[in-house]
């Protein structure tokens, strides 16, 4: 099975916009903005055709995709500019910094877990491979471990927030997480299977059947991606 890619792995890291911009500037010239905040965040496409999906309409997916993930990538460029800008204010109050930063960590957690469910949409079938192999040692069988990801999703119905099967790399342990908005992730978690829960996800196809949308996704789970994902934290985790 192919490797995840560089770039993935990279951009999970939070390490892509440095990289990507070191060396921008002329030899011994400083960069006119700091590189951290550049604001040069570009929306990925979506590596499936939305209009092929099991349950989930075009209409839906390219709604989401266009005013809720790409309006946070804009959001986030705009943070990282506003960022730029008051670090050479002297006279503004730590508290006005405190808030744009508190941004930057929710639309940084909105782009990032979108392009993770994107990402992880496009398949078909069942949880197989190093996927199967991680939730049958943790939960004792496929069927358990999904169980236990459909009940968090539940307890997120019609309000906000996603489901996030992750290795904790501090652990070494995959684990279902709940997350009422952006910027609840567990510390040194490893997103591999990431569910949208808010209502913009489902609305529009299923109104309150939050239930018939996990159903949905279910049908459309892309393993070998999710898969990639758990090899190349099986790798890092070996050293």
């Known amino acids: 099975m192919a490797a995840i890619s560089r770039r993935d792995a990279l951009a999970s890291a939070g390490t892509l916009g440095l990289l990507s911009l070191a060396g921008t500037a002329g030899a011994g010239e400083p960069p006119t903005r700091s590189p951290?905040?550049?604001?040069r965040h570009e929306p990925r496409p979506l590596p499936f055709d939305p209009g092929k999906l099991h349950g989930l309409s075009e209409k839906l997916i390219r709604s989401h995709w266009e005013n809720n993930y790409v309006g946070a990538v804009k959001a986030l460029n705009g943070v990282e500019e506003r960022l730029a800008a008051l670090l050479k204010d002297t006279e503004s109050p730590a508290f006005v910094y405190g808030d744009l930063k508190r941004e930057e960590l929710i639309r940084t957690g909105s782009v990032v877990l979108h392009d993770r469910y994107f990402g992880n949409l496009g398949g078909e079938g069942r949880a197989s491979g190093k996927l199967a192999e991680l939730v049958k040692a943790a939960w004792g069988s496929?069927?358990?471990?999904?169980?236990?990801?459909?009940?968090?999703?539940?307890?997120?119905?019609?309000?906000?927030?996603?489901?996030?099967?992750?290795?904790?790399?501090?652990?070494?342990?995959?684990?279902?997480?709940?997350a009422w908005d952006h910027a609840h992730n567990a510390a040194s978690g490893f997103p591999l299977?990431?569910?949208?829960?808010?209502?913009h996800a489902y609305h529009m196809d299923y109104g309150a059947a939050a239930a018939r949308y996990v159903d949905a996704f279910f049908l459309?789970?892309?393993w070998d991606e999710v898969n990639r994902r758990a090899e190349w934290v099986e790798r890092a985790l070996r050293g």
């Open 193 to 199: 299977l990431v569910l949208d829960m808010y209502e």
């Open 36 to 39: 951290v905040f550049a604001g």
């Open 220 to 222: 459309n789970v892309n």
């Open 142 to 178: 496929v069927d358990a471990w999904e169980a236990e990801f459909r009940k968090t999703a539940g307890a997120l119905a019609g309000g906000s927030g996603w489901v996030i099967l992750a290795i904790n790399l501090h652990t070494g342990e995959p684990h279902n997480y709940w």
